[in-house]
């Protein structure tokens, strides 16, 4: 499975933003798919998920209530809906992608910048 994420910019305060992940390979509506993020001197973590019929999602509570995860398995596509966006959610934001037996994570995108402005 190879990742391409997309839709990240500059954006202030209270606005919004939607990545967008393609995945190549026949298999993605088997996979979970993930959203993580890396601010500068920042360890990665974990953002959002979502299984493979998108009927279960998980959030990072910091952004519970603001992020949405969805996907469209006819387009082989995770989103990731970014509402009232705080300048901590700057960073860089993955999508990843897991077999629901693994419990890691295998396959990575190649990030996508997300500067919020205060």
């Known amino acids: 499975v190879q990742l391409q994420a997309s839709g990240g910019g500059l954006v202030q305060a209270g606005g919004s933003l939607r990545l967008s992940c393609v995945a190549t390979g026949r298999t993605f509506s088997t996979y979970v798919m993930g959203w993580f993020r890396q601010a500068p001197g920042k360890e990665r973590e974990f953002v959002a998920s979502?299984?493979?019929?998108?009927?279960?999602?998980g959030y990072a509570g910091s952004v519970k209530g603001r992020f949405a995860i969805s996907r469209d398995n006819a387009k082989n596509t995770v989103y990731l809906q970014m509402n009232s966006l705080k300048p901590e959610d700057t960073a860089v934001y993955y999508c990843a992608a897991r077999s629901s037996s693994n419990s890691r994570y295998n396959y990575w995108g190649q990030g996508t910048q997300v500067t919020v402005s205060s």
């Open positions: 979502i299984n493979w019929s998108g009927s279960s999602t």
